[in-house]
T-cell receptor
Framework: NAGVMQNPRHLVRRRGQEARLRCSPM?????VYWYRQLPEEGLKFMVY????????ESGMPKERFSAEFPKEGPSILRIQQVVRGDSAAYFC????????????FGSGTQLSVL | SQQGEEDPQALSIQEGENATMNCSYK?????LQWYRQNSGRGLVHLIL?????REKHSGRLRVTLDTSKKSSSLLITASRAADTASYFC???????????FGTGTKLQVIP
Protein backbone atom coordinates (compact mmCIF):
# COMPACT_ATOMS: atom_id res chain seq x y z
CA ASN A 1 0.00 0.00 0.00
CA ALA A 2 1.82 3.05 -1.27
CA GLY A 3 2.06 5.99 1.07
CA VAL A 4 1.46 9.62 0.22
CA MET A 5 3.32 10.41 -2.97
CA GLN A 6 4.55 13.88 -3.74
CA ASN A 7 6.28 14.98 -6.88
CA PRO A 8 8.52 16.42 -7.87
CA ARG A 9 10.89 15.98 -4.94
CA HIS A 10 12.79 19.09 -5.94
CA LEU A 11 11.56 21.91 -8.15
CA VAL A 12 13.59 24.84 -9.34
CA ARG A 13 11.85 27.83 -10.84
CA ARG A 14 12.89 31.32 -11.90
CA ARG A 15 11.02 34.32 -10.59
CA GLY A 16 7.77 34.82 -12.47
CA GLN A 17 7.34 31.18 -13.49
CA GLU A 18 4.63 28.84 -12.30
CA ALA A 19 5.15 25.99 -9.87
CA ARG A 20 2.88 22.94 -9.79
CA LEU A 21 3.20 20.55 -6.88
CA ARG A 22 1.40 17.23 -6.94
CA CYS A 23 0.18 15.01 -4.16
CA SER A 24 -1.41 11.59 -4.41
CA PRO A 25 -2.95 10.64 -1.07
CA MET A 26 -2.89 7.19 0.38
CA UNK A 27 -5.32 4.78 -1.18
CA UNK A 28 -8.76 5.27 0.29
CA UNK A 29 -7.98 8.67 1.78
CA UNK A 30 -10.21 11.52 0.76
CA UNK A 31 -8.80 14.34 2.90
CA VAL A 32 -5.69 16.24 1.87
CA TYR A 33 -3.76 18.91 3.69
CA TRP A 34 -0.99 21.13 2.35
CA TYR A 35 1.63 22.62 4.66
CA ARG A 36 4.60 24.85 4.06
CA GLN A 37 7.83 24.70 6.02
CA LEU A 38 10.68 27.16 6.06
CA PRO A 39 14.11 26.01 7.27
CA GLU A 40 14.29 25.45 11.02
CA GLU A 41 10.58 26.27 11.40
CA GLY A 42 7.38 24.38 12.01
CA LEU A 43 4.70 23.54 9.51
CA LYS A 44 2.34 26.31 8.51
CA PHE A 45 -1.10 25.18 7.44
CA MET A 46 -2.10 26.28 3.96
CA VAL A 47 -5.20 24.46 2.78
CA TYR A 48 -7.43 21.51 3.60
CA UNK A 49 -9.33 19.79 0.81
CA UNK A 50 -11.73 16.97 0.31
CA UNK A 51 -12.48 15.47 -3.06
CA UNK A 52 -13.65 18.35 -5.27
CA UNK A 53 -14.06 20.67 -2.28
CA UNK A 54 -11.89 23.20 -0.49
CA UNK A 55 -12.77 22.89 3.18
CA UNK A 56 -10.41 25.48 4.66
CA GLU A 57 -8.00 27.70 2.75
CA SER A 58 -7.38 30.18 5.55
CA GLY A 59 -3.63 29.60 5.45
CA MET A 60 -3.21 30.21 1.78
CA PRO A 61 -2.15 33.59 0.40
CA LYS A 62 -5.02 35.25 -1.44
CA GLU A 63 -3.01 35.88 -4.57
CA ARG A 64 -0.94 33.58 -6.76
CA PHE A 65 -1.73 30.42 -4.77
CA SER A 66 -4.46 27.91 -5.56
CA ALA A 67 -5.19 24.30 -4.75
CA GLU A 68 -7.47 21.64 -6.06
CA PHE A 69 -8.30 18.02 -5.39
CA PRO A 70 -10.29 16.71 -8.35
CA LYS A 71 -12.49 13.66 -8.38
CA GLU A 72 -9.84 11.83 -10.33
CA GLY A 73 -6.12 12.40 -10.04
CA PRO A 74 -3.79 14.00 -7.52
CA SER A 75 -4.20 17.14 -5.51
CA ILE A 76 -2.38 20.09 -7.06
CA LEU A 77 -0.90 23.10 -5.31
CA ARG A 78 -0.27 25.80 -7.87
CA ILE A 79 1.86 28.87 -7.34
CA GLN A 80 1.78 31.45 -10.09
CA GLN A 81 4.47 34.05 -10.72
CA VAL A 82 6.75 32.65 -8.06
CA VAL A 83 8.93 34.96 -5.99
CA ARG A 84 12.03 34.16 -3.93
CA GLY A 85 9.97 34.18 -0.75
CA ASP A 86 8.04 31.16 -2.03
CA SER A 87 11.15 29.01 -1.62
CA ALA A 88 10.28 26.42 1.00
CA ALA A 89 9.44 22.78 1.54
CA TYR A 90 5.81 22.00 0.78
CA PHE A 91 4.33 18.96 2.45
CA CYS A 92 1.15 17.16 1.69
CA UNK A 93 -0.67 14.92 4.15
CA UNK A 94 -3.74 12.76 3.86
CA UNK A 95 -6.20 11.16 6.22
CA UNK A 96 -9.14 8.85 5.87
CA UNK A 97 -11.54 10.82 8.01
CA UNK A 98 -11.82 14.41 9.12
CA UNK A 99 -11.39 13.78 12.81
CA UNK A 100 -9.44 11.59 15.17
CA UNK A 101 -7.25 10.32 12.40
CA UNK A 102 -3.55 10.58 12.12
CA UNK A 103 -2.08 12.27 9.11
CA UNK A 104 0.19 10.47 6.70
CA PHE A 105 2.79 12.73 5.17
CA GLY A 106 4.55 12.72 1.86
CA SER A 107 8.28 13.38 1.60
CA GLY A 108 7.66 16.92 0.46
CA THR A 109 8.59 19.08 -2.50
CA GLN A 110 11.50 21.44 -2.04
CA LEU A 111 10.79 24.53 -4.13
CA SER A 112 13.70 26.79 -4.93
CA VAL A 113 13.08 30.08 -6.69
CA LEU A 114 16.10 31.60 -8.38
CA SER B 1 -1.04 31.71 13.86
CA GLN B 2 0.39 28.49 15.29
CA GLN B 3 -1.86 26.62 17.70
CA GLY B 4 0.90 24.80 19.52
CA GLU B 5 4.14 25.93 21.02
CA GLU B 6 6.78 23.38 21.93
CA ASP B 7 9.27 23.83 24.68
CA PRO B 8 12.23 23.67 24.66
CA GLN B 9 13.07 24.75 21.12
CA ALA B 10 16.18 22.59 21.21
CA LEU B 11 17.36 19.82 23.49
CA SER B 12 20.67 17.98 23.58
CA ILE B 13 21.11 14.87 25.72
CA GLN B 14 23.37 11.86 26.07
CA GLU B 15 22.31 8.50 24.75
CA GLY B 16 20.44 6.58 27.43
CA GLU B 17 18.97 9.67 29.09
CA ASN B 18 15.31 10.57 28.99
CA ALA B 19 14.04 13.43 26.84
CA THR B 20 10.98 15.47 27.75
CA MET B 21 9.28 17.90 25.40
CA ASN B 22 6.29 20.05 26.20
CA CYS B 23 3.53 21.46 24.06
CA SER B 24 1.05 24.19 24.93
CA TYR B 25 -1.97 25.07 22.86
CA LYS B 26 -4.58 27.78 22.86
CA UNK B 27 -8.04 26.50 22.00
CA UNK B 28 -10.04 23.42 22.96
CA UNK B 29 -9.08 20.27 21.12
CA UNK B 30 -10.50 16.95 20.03
CA UNK B 31 -7.15 15.20 20.10
CA LEU B 32 -3.46 15.94 20.22
CA GLN B 33 -0.82 14.16 18.21
CA TRP B 34 2.94 14.01 18.25
CA TYR B 35 5.01 13.70 15.09
CA ARG B 36 8.67 13.25 14.36
CA GLN B 37 10.59 14.73 11.45
CA ASN B 38 14.03 13.69 10.36
CA SER B 39 15.99 16.36 8.56
CA GLY B 40 14.65 16.97 5.06
CA ARG B 41 11.91 14.38 5.37
CA GLY B 42 8.17 14.30 5.88
CA LEU B 43 6.60 13.91 9.30
CA VAL B 44 5.93 10.54 10.83
CA HIS B 45 3.06 10.03 13.24
CA LEU B 46 4.14 8.84 16.70
CA ILE B 47 1.13 8.84 18.98
CA LEU B 48 -2.38 10.28 19.32
CA UNK B 49 -4.05 11.13 22.61
CA UNK B 50 -7.73 12.03 22.77
CA UNK B 51 -9.09 14.88 24.84
CA UNK B 52 -10.66 12.48 27.35
CA UNK B 53 -7.37 10.64 27.94
CA ARG B 54 -4.68 11.73 30.37
CA GLU B 55 -1.78 9.45 29.55
CA LYS B 56 -0.76 7.10 26.79
CA HIS B 57 2.21 4.84 26.18
CA SER B 58 3.76 3.44 23.05
CA GLY B 59 7.06 1.61 23.40
CA ARG B 60 9.58 4.11 24.79
CA LEU B 61 7.14 6.99 24.34
CA ARG B 62 4.88 8.36 27.03
CA VAL B 63 2.46 11.19 26.35
CA THR B 64 0.45 13.11 28.90
CA LEU B 65 -2.36 15.55 28.32
CA ASP B 66 -3.68 18.17 30.71
CA THR B 67 -6.67 19.85 29.11
CA SER B 68 -7.15 22.21 32.05
CA LYS B 69 -3.69 23.65 31.40
CA LYS B 70 -3.92 23.15 27.65
CA SER B 71 -0.62 21.33 27.63
CA SER B 72 0.92 18.01 26.70
CA SER B 73 4.29 16.39 27.23
CA LEU B 74 6.20 13.78 25.29
CA LEU B 75 8.72 11.66 27.16
CA ILE B 76 11.20 9.49 25.30
CA THR B 77 12.89 7.07 27.67
CA ALA B 78 16.33 5.53 27.22
CA SER B 79 17.07 7.73 24.23
CA ARG B 80 19.10 6.52 21.28
CA ALA B 81 21.16 8.37 18.69
CA ALA B 82 18.49 7.41 16.14
CA ASP B 83 15.95 9.49 18.10
CA THR B 84 17.72 12.62 16.87
CA ALA B 85 15.02 14.54 15.01
CA SER B 86 12.53 17.37 15.36
CA TYR B 87 9.35 16.64 17.27
CA PHE B 88 6.07 18.44 16.68
CA CYS B 89 2.76 18.44 18.46
CA UNK B 90 -0.39 18.86 16.40
CA UNK B 91 -3.90 19.64 17.52
CA UNK B 92 -7.23 18.77 15.98
CA UNK B 93 -10.27 20.71 17.11
CA UNK B 94 -12.68 18.21 15.63
CA UNK B 95 -15.18 18.35 12.81
CA UNK B 96 -13.91 19.74 9.57
CA UNK B 97 -11.12 21.65 11.26
CA UNK B 98 -7.57 21.83 10.10
CA UNK B 99 -4.81 20.09 12.02
CA UNK B 100 -2.32 22.68 13.19
CA PHE B 101 1.26 22.12 14.21
CA GLY B 102 3.48 23.62 16.84
CA THR B 103 6.90 25.11 16.27
CA GLY B 104 8.78 21.94 17.16
CA THR B 105 11.55 20.77 19.48
CA LYS B 106 14.84 19.85 17.91
CA LEU B 107 16.28 16.88 19.80
CA GLN B 108 19.89 15.82 19.52
CA VAL B 109 20.96 12.57 21.17
CA ILE B 110 24.71 12.31 21.50
CA PRO B 111 26.13 8.78 21.27
Amino acid sequence: NAGVMQNPRHLVRRRGQEARLRCSPMKGHSHVYWYRQLPEEGLKFMVYLQKENIIDESGMPKERFSAEFPKEGPSILRIQQVVRGDSAAYFCASSGQATNEKLFFGSGTQLSVL
Amino acid sequence: SQQGEEDPQALSIQEGENATMNCSYKTSINNLQWYRQNSGRGLVHLILIRSNEREKHSGRLRVTLDTSKKSSSLLITASRAADTASYFCATDSGGYQKVTFGTGTKLQVIP
